[in-house]
Nanobody
Framework: QPQLVESGGGLVQEGDSLRLSCTNT????????VGWFRQGPGKLREFVAA??????RAIYADSVKGRFTISRDTNKVYLQMDSLKTEDTAVYYC?????????????????WGQGTQVTVSS
């Protein structure tokens, strides 16, 4: 089974950009569908973005459309975050599942990283 590790979080100001990455330390991640979720202070974890195993389709939460971009290569999945807002402050998690149709359902994802903190200040 994959072991996922996120990186790239940090403290930034509104309007700045960050690129998060998630690595499968045990081999390629290309055999899995992938997604990003986040959990802000005092909030439930919510869907952010997902991509098929082939990389030919992606979906986004309405709150991040036009600002965030999910991408992938053989060993990593990325989340490019532009025009960051204070409400984007959260712990960001990458997740993976065996190939299936795109879904926003947290329960569909089998493997999870430990998360990386993103803090956006005003």
């Amino acid at each position: 089974q994959p072991q996922l590790v996120e990186s790239g979080g940090g403290l930034v100001q509104e309007g700045d950009s960050l690129r998060l990455s998630c690595t499968n330390t045990r081999g390629p991640i290309s055999r899995y569908s992938v997604g990003w979720f986040r959990q802000g202070p005092g909030k439930l974890r919510e869907f952010v973005a997902a991509m098929t195993w082939s990389g030919n389709r992606a979906i986004y939460a309405d709150s991040v459309k036009g600002r965030f971009t999910i991408s992938r290569d053989t060993n990593k999945v990325y989340l490019q975050m532009d025009s960051l807002k204070t409400e984007d402050t959260a712990v960001y998690y990458c997740a993976a599942q065996n190939p299936s149709s795109l879904t926003i359902a947290e329960s569909a994802y089998e493997y999870w990283g430990q998360g990386t903190q993103v803090t956006v200040s005003s």
